[in-house]
């Protein structure tokens, strides 16, 4: 039932088609919205499935973004103040967090435009989006720039954090699930994960063959 | 219902407690086994939940690393051979994916010790999971020193793909529910995402609040 696909066929293969591919098979990834605020206080937000976790201690994440070819308001943003949010949309959310990855014109806020609600907690610059059920205060730690192919990974450390504590665990695993957070696969695809199992840290004399 | 953590709140966390939180929230991700070879034959096999598209043209993927300050075999078996493989695992095969955490000594195979089956595929030099419905070859195209924690970023490129063509639809995208492929949160919480939609290229003019 198993298809070879060439590094040969998939260069031939059409652009279109490739990047749906290649996005899809990358997997499950966890979108977010990325909010900022320009230095002249323009509000912008925008849906990114390209979170990393870099590091616990200090909280680290990364954020990969396309290569500044052209305009990119949230890049230049973060560039320019430093500060950014994390805003996980729940299943309710789907419509207008996927709508944020349209071109809206530089000066229309896409939180006008889908209707999310912008909201400052703490004198964090960068707003936040109300409805979310998590919601990350982040500043820019590093960037780096990746040569094959000129993205760019920013690299943000956690500064605050915002959500139901209901949904952290004693041992302090948060239980996305609960608060229907959404998952995604490449650009346009949005999926309710079901939580199966939490397992045992695993040890070489445990559940090996017999 | 929402409790704010502050950044010392998260620095003065108890440090496993932090890396579950971190972790989590982190959110959805793609587990995937990385396949390895040793330049003296060594077989090894990982899982690992920090897959991420860097392009599509080429098909480029990064895998994030931890600090190369101990023994590690993914590691040091990609960069010593240039060689590697990302194996999806699905819902059945949760167990023996887990279980390739565990630290086996070094001249133990992950896959003797769990039970899942090496499979060479067109003289690739690294070992694929014969029971993953989706094979992927990847040559090592760079890496990227993450000076915030000394975290590694390994940037693949897709060389050749194996998976059953009925989950491709015909643009391109690729339904790993299909073929029931696992996602994961932090490291040892496993889900089955269940589709929800696939939603149409936002544009300004289309969906927004009336």
Redesign the interface.
Known sequence: ???????EA??A??????????????????P?LVGTRSAYGQTNLAIF??????????????L?VRPHTVRRDTLENILETGAYTLN?PS?HM???A????????RE?SEFD???LTVEY??DWPAPFVKEAP???AMSL??R?D????N?I?L?G??????????L??P???????QAN???C??L?????????????????D????T
């Open positions: 039932m198993t298809t070879t696909f060439s590094l998939i260069q293969m059409d652009r279109r088609f490739r990047a749906n591919l290649v996005n899809s098979l990358a997997g499950y990834k966890q977010v499935n390209s979170l990393l976790h870099i590091g616990a201690d200090p909280a680290l994440y990364g990969l996980y299943v789907m419509q207008p996927h709508q944020t990855s349209a071109k809206y014109p229309e435009a889908t209707g907690r703490d998590v919601q990350i730690s590093e780096l990746i040569q094959s192919n993205t990974l690299i450390r956690m500064n605050a954090l915002h959500l139901d504590p209901g952290i665990q041992d302090g695993f948060a239980e996305l699930h957070v959404l998952a696969v490449g346009d695809a949005y999926y309710q994960p079901r939580f199966l199992e939490r397992l045992a840290y695993a040890r070489p445990h559940d090996g063959p």
